[in-house]
């Protein structure tokens, strides 16, 4: 029997495509610090079975909780009705993920200094071979 991990009222479209929460059922899921890609995530998992689940994202603004819950498409069952028990809600958010990973808002302004000098070469080298410059 599958275990409930969140309520259909806490799913919401942010638009990356996967099925997003906002918050679960309190002990339904097991957090972890995940650094893989060299991004830093809150990676939950199953409280009942320790399978991987998806990744929390946080302080994107996409709801009141400022989380979201990236989960796998094939891990989402849903059940109509209330669950067996009544059973309460809570935030998994740790502190330590995040939004945006090792693209978050603080290295936006080196990525574009990147960026554009590596454009400068290219547009440099794109105006030498119209204007015939060796």
Known sequence: MATP???????FNSGCGWPAFDKCYKGALITETDV?????????MCGACDGHLGHVFENEGFSPTMERHCVNSVSVLYKDGPPPTPLEEEKVSTGEGG?????????????LLVLAYLLSGVVGKVMDFFTGAQ
């Not at 978050?104 to 990525?111: F, I, N």
């Open 5 to 11: 991990c969140t309520r259909r009222e806490s799913k």
């Open 36 to 44: 893989t890609f060299g991004m830093k995530r809150v990676e939950i």
């Open 99 to 111: 939004g945006g990973g090792m693209f978050g808002a603080a290295s936006y302004p080196l990525m």
